[in-house]
C-alpha cells in the first residue's frame, strides 16, 4: 500500500500543453476516481503515474520516493485498461502469470497466486480459454486478475466498465469496490461517469480542460460544488440552473423565478443559481411552467417544464399525473439553493440557508 | 381465390436479396484477375502436365511416351544434384531472409525522418532492374577483377573465389538474393508490426516486460500470420521464384560444377538449350506438384497462419 502525491504535474506533447501543472494527493488505501469530460486528461494523468507517459514537469511521488524517472516496472503499479489487453494468445491463467513469469516466481509460487486471485475473481473455470472465448464482463475480471497477482502498492484503472453494458457496469462496480475493501490498495480510477464516480470513490478528482476544478468526497462535491462546472457535472440528472440576480434579499431570475436569500446583498452582479431537480416542486395546477416531458422511471418521475426561456427539471418521487401541456406551479426548496457567481463561475458561499421555504406562484 | 395484397410490384427489382447482390458484386470485381490467373497461370500449369508425357523434337514434332520422362528423371545424376541444390537454396534463403526481413523492420520501425530513408534504401533494389543488379555483384565479386575479390586477400582471408569456387558459389548466390530480397520482407514485416496493437506493449510494459521479453512473448506470437505469409512466399520465392532464377542466372548460369543449378535453371536449360521441352514439362510438374504439397501441409499444420484462439 502507498501514498501518491501529485505535484504540479505538467504534460505537454510538442509545443501543446494539455495538463497544466496539477496537485493532488492519494492518501494511503483510498479509492481516488479522476472524472471529467473528454479530453480533459484524465488518461494522461493516470498513465503519467503508471509511468507509460514521460512527465514533462513536476513531481509524482509514491510513498515518498519520486518516481518520475523509475522505470514502470519498477513502480510496482499495476493498471487495466479500458480494452483490457489481455493477451489474445495467451490463455487466461498465462495471461494472469505473466507478469510472475517475468519477475522469475517459481512455478509453484505462480500457481498459488493465479488460483488465488482466480478465486476471488471467480475465474477459477475459465483459467485455460483464451481472451477471445470470454464474455465482456470475463474479460475484464481476468484483467482485474492480471492486477491483482502482482499484489501492486497501487492500482489504476482507465475507465475499466466503459465496454460493459449497463447491467454488468452496475455489477461490475459492485464487484470492484468490494475488491478495494478487501484489498485496501490504493487505487485511482479514471473515468468519465459521474454516477461511477459518486457510488465508488472515497474522494473525488474532478478535472476539465487539463486542471483539476474541485476534489472531495463524492458527498462534498454534491452538496457543496466548487463552481458551475462541477455543480452540472455531479448529479444525476444535471442541476438546473437560472440567471439572475438580487435585489433586496430576493434573487430573481429568468422564468420568473424568485426566491429569499440572505446571500450578501452588497453581491450585485450576474448570478446562476442552481437547483437540485429533486430540490424542486411541483404545483397541483395553473401557473407559470407548462409540462414538456413527463418521465416516469417508477420510483420517480422526472418532469420538465418550462416557462419563457427558462427550462427546468423537476424529480418527483413516485408517480404524477401532470400530462404534457398542463401548467403548474414551481416551487424551489430554497435551503438548497447554490449561488454562483456568473463571471467567475465559482461558488458563493451562503452566510445561512436556514429560511425555510418560501413558495412562489 | 387469394387474400394476399402483398405489393409484388414494388419489390421486384430486389429479387436478389442484398447480401446475395453483394456476394456476386465481390466474385464480379475478382473475376478479371481470376481469369487472368487461369488462362496464364492454370493453363501453363496444366498443359505442361500434359507436355510431360510427350517427347518433343526440336522440329516440333510430339511423340506420346507416357511416364517414360519420369522415368528418366529418376535416373539423371544431374536432376537430383539440381533438387539438392534448391533444397540447400530454399533452406538458406528461408530462415535468412525470415531474420533479416524482421531484424531490418524491427530497426526502422519507429516512424521518423531518418528511418524512412533506411527504408527507401532497403527497398531501392527492387527499383532496378534484377538483371543489373546480379551483374553488379556479379562485378563486384568476380574472380582477379572484382572488388570484393581484392579486398579478401588484404583482410587476410585468402583468395576466395567467390563465384570460381564450387564450394562457395552457392552461399555467394544466397547471399545476393538475400541481399536483393530482404527489402521487400521487410516491408512486410513493417505492416505486421503495425497490424500489433500498442495497448499490448503498454501491458507488458506494467507486466514489467523489458524489450527482449517483449519480442519473444508479444511481437513474435502476434506476428504469426505474417510469419507465416512471409514464410510461405518466401519458400515460393526460393524454389521458383523468377528472381532466384535470374541472379543465379546471370550470375553463375548453374555452374560452377552444378553447384549452383537449382531445378528452374535445370529445368530452362533442358527446355531453350536442349529443348528438350518435355523432359522439362514434366521436372516443372513435378517442381510445382512438390511445392503445392508442402504449402499446403504448412498450412494445415499452422491453421494457415490464423492463431489457435480464433
Ligand atoms: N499523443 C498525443 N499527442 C498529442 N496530444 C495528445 C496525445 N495524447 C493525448 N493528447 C491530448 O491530450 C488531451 C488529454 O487526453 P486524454 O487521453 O488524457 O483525455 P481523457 O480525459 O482520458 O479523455 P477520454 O475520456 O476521452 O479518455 C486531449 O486533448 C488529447 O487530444
Ligand atoms: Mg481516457
Sequence with gaps: MARVEIENITKRYGHLEVVHGVSACIEDGEFVILVGPSGCGKSTLLRMIAGLEHISDGTISIDGEVVNDVAPKDRNIAMVFQNYALYPHMTVAQNMAFSLKLSGLGKDETRDKVGNAARILGLEKLLDRYPGQLSGGQRQRVAMGRAIVRDPEVFLFDEPLSNLDAKLRVQMRAEIKSLHQR??????????????????????????????????????????????????????????????????????????????????????????????????????SGGPFEVLVVEPTGAETQVVVQSGDLQLVALVQGRVTYRPGESVGVTLDETAVHFFDARTEQRIEHLDRNLGSVSRQ | MSTSVRPKTKFRHSRLSARNREWIAGYLFVLPDALGLLVFLGLPMLLSLVLGLYDVDGFGAYRFVGMANYTKMMRDPLFWQSAKVTALYALMLVPLLYVCGLSLALLVQKTNRFNGVIRSMFFAPHMVSLIVVALVWQFLVVDKIGVLSRLTP????????????????????????????MGYYMLIFLGGLQDIPAMYYEAATMDGAGPIAKFWYITLPLLKPTSFFVIMISMVAAVAGSQAFDIIWVMTGGGPAN????????????????????????????????????????????????????
Excluded at chain 1, 200 to 219: K, T, Y
Design chain 1, 183 to 284: 484489498l485496501k490498495t490504493t487505487t485511482i480510477y479514471v473515468t468519465h461517469d459521474q454516477v461511477e464516480a459518486m457510488t465508488m470513490a472515497d474522494r473525488i478528482v474532478v478535472m476539465r480542460d487539463g486542471l483539476i476544478e474541485q476534489v472531495g468526497s463524492p458527498l462534498d462535491l454534491y452538496d457543496e460544488p466548487a463552481n458551475l462546472f462541477v455543480a452540472g457535472f455531479i448529479g444525476s440528472p444535471t442541476m438546473n440552473f437560472i440567471e439572475g440576480a438580487m435585489e433586496a434579499d430576493i434573487f430573481r431570475g429568468t422564468g420568473g423565478i424568485e426566491c429569499h436569500s440572505n446571500l450578501p446583498a452588497a453581491f450585485h452582479g450576474a448570478l446562476v443559481a442552481g437547483i437540485r431537480p429533486d430540490k424542486i416542486k411541483l404545483g397541483k
Design chain 2, 154 to 181: 588484404a583482410l587476410g582471408l585468402g583468395g576466395i573465389s567467390f563465384l570460381g569456387d564450387p564450394d562457395y558459389a552457392l552461399f555467394t548466390v544466397v547471399a545476393v538474393s538475400v541481399w536483393f530480397l
Design chain 2, 259 to 310: 553447384s549452383t543449378s537449382v531445378l528452374i535453371v535445370y529445368i530452362y536449360q533442358q527446355a531453350f538449350s536442349f529443348g528438350a521441352f518435355g523432359y522439362a514439362a514434366a521436372m516443372a510438374s513435378i517442381l510445382v506438384i512438390s511445392l503445392m504439397a508442402m504449402t499446403g501441409l504448412m498450412f494445415l499444420l499452422t491453421r494457415g497462419g490464423r492463431f489457435s484462439y480464433e
